[in-house]
Each structure stands twice: as C-alpha cells, then as structure tokens.
C-alpha cells in the first residue's frame, strides 16, 4: 500500500504543530516536525556533507557563508535545504506521516501521495498562544509574529517560488482561531 | 436564534456555486448566488435608485456612466455595489443561508455569524467543467478562466482591499478538483 502524507504548512503561533501531533496520534502515524527534521540534518547529513561540499567548493563555500551571498556559490541554507529535501523524500518513502513545515509539500510535490494543509489564526490568538508556549519576550508578541511570518514567507519563496499561505497552494486551509484546534484535527481526520 | 451565513466564494469553474446548492440543500436553508442576487438588484432598487442618484449627481454621472472614472463621480458598477451590499445583509439578517460570491464575505464582516469559504480548483478540471456547464466557446476554456479570474480578483480587490484567494481572509478554503466537490459539501455541512 502507498504511504499516505499529510504535509502542514502554518503561521507562527496557529497551533499547526499541535495540530500535526493530535493528527498522527489520532491516525496512529508518526509527526515529524520542522525542528526534529533540523535536528536530523544537523546531526546526520548536514555535519559530514557540508563539511564535504564545502571542501569541493571552497574558497566560494567559504565566502558564502561569510557574506551569504550566492553569487559567490551555495550557502549554509542552501546545503541544509538539499539535505532536509532528502530526509523529508525518504520519510515519505518510508511510511504514511505528517509533517509539519519545511516546504514538505513542494519537497513531495509529485512524488507522494499528500494531502497539503495551511493553518493560520488571527493575530490575537496567536500572540496568546506564542506567550503561552514560548513565554514572554522583550519584543512584543506582535512584533515576534510579524518577523517570523516575514522570515516563513522569504523562506518559502526562495526555494519554492510558490506564494506562503495562497490558498490555490494547498487542498485545505484552515484558521484555527475560528474553528478551534481540535475542530481543525477532526476535519483532517476525516480527510485522510 | 441568530441566523448563520455561509459565504462561499470562489474560482470560474471550480463548482463553488454547485457546492453552495448542494450544502444549502442538505441543510435546509437558501442559496443566494451572485446572479441571483445581481438580478435582485438590477429588479428592484438598482433600477429605481440609479435613475434617481443619477438625476442628482448629473452631470458628473452620465459622464461617469460614459467615461467610467470614478473623478467624474460613483459609476454604474458603484450603484450596484451599494444595493448588492443591501439586499446582502438584509438576507443575513432574515435567515440562515448560503451566499455564493459578491463580496458577502466583506459586507458581511461584523454584522452576521458568518462561515467564510474560499474553493479553487486547478486548471484541468476547470476548464473541463466550464466546457460542460457553460458548452464551448471561440476562446480556449483556459483564456476564458484567466480572464474570469483577474476580473473576480480586481473587482474583490477595489471594492474590498482584501487579497482574494489569500488562505487568511477565510475560515477555510478547499481544493475541489483534488477533493471532490461532495467531499468539500460533507466538510462544510460537518463544520456547520
């Protein structure tokens, strides 16, 4: 049978990792989120990779990743991004999961059975919520939000130049404040 | 009991408007769709209103009817705005309904318990059902839906300020050529 993947895509502080958890637990498959599948790259692929890649590249490797400008060859992101490419390929391979983050839908786009989903919530819900999971900040919760669905959206552009959060990008999106958390869990369930 | 909306706009040829009937339908409750409610207006007040606004503003709205620039005064398009926007919330206000297109989404923010939908499709299934819905034309089905769109979009745009088709102006937007149209009927009546 063909693994069946569930890819999230999300605003900071929407509840779409917590959505993506209740979801697998729900389904009984695994949630690979965008900080465990860093966390993988980091400590398998990017470490050896990079420091071999950057060998072959080099002095260009090196001055990228001074001045982070392509011009001069690929960077530290750009290793990262071919070496999460890959784990998140073979994951699909491996076994029926959901995903939360890292581009997971363009990564797999054509190349597994997904179901992609964007959540978002409106700005006070998600400043309650990022002060409740992340505890307070100097800055503002506003100010947070706003940079890290800037820093999401370039990401997303960059290496996909698809539009972040476009509704034609996904087969459902959903706001969470509206619909709740667990509203948002049951509809995917359902889905899948 | 307080009426509950549903507003459902949507992609030329995505069967948003079939969705609509057939929610409407399984709930018991009227579809007003964009025609419906654009021949409402053209009946009832756009007829007499304009004839009568447009006595007081002339000469500024004939030359705005002949010019269409909004310098020389509110044009044909702003009269049917204001009266569309009317006969809008006044069926909000009379009973729980389904609304396809129009902007109900925008007139209705604030004033109504209201679900917002957006659907899309992509652009084979598109063109497909507008060859079968609305039969062939001169111009490709796919020239005919990019012209739709930019038009939908530029007339939500001016009258709204809000980007359409953005997953954050809806409580939930679905993929009806990936889901099927009587999936995305099932999410929706499930949600209301």
């Given amino acids: 049978m063909k693994n069946r993947i ?3 895509s999300r605003e900071f502080g929407s509840g779409g990792r917590t959505i993506g958890k209740k979801l697998a637990q729900e389904l009984g498959i ?3 989120d965008s900080e465990l599948i860093h966390k993988i790259a980091l400590e398998s692929g990017f470490a050896e990779n990079y420091i071999k890649d950057a060998g072959e590249y080099a002095p260009h490797g090196f001055l990228a990743s001074v001045l982070s400008n392509r011009a001069f060859g690929p960077t530290n992101e750009d290793y990262l991004w071919e070496i999460q490419s890959r784990i998140i390929t073979e994951l ?3 076994e029926s999961c959901v995903i939360v983050g890292r581009c997971a839908d363009y990564i797999l786009r054509g190349k597994a059975d ?9 700005m006070a819900f998600r400043a309650d919520r990022i002060i409740k999971v992340y505890g307070e900040r100097e800055e503002s919760p506003e100010q947070r939000l706003k940079e890290k669905d800037k820093r999401r959206a370039a990401y997303h552009r960059f290496y996909t130049d698809m539009k972040w959060g476009h509704a034609q990008n996904y087969h459902i999106t959903l706001d969470s404040s509206a619909l709740g958390i667990d509203k948002c ?3 995917l369930k359902h889905l899948y």
Avoid: G, P, R
């Fill in 6 to 8: 569930v890819t999230i």
């Fill in 30 to 32: 695994s949630c690979y």
């Fill in 114 to 122: 997904c179901l992609t989903v964007f959540i978002h919530a409106d």
């Fill in 92 to 94: 699909a391979q491996k």
């Fill in 185 to 187: 869990v049951e509809i």
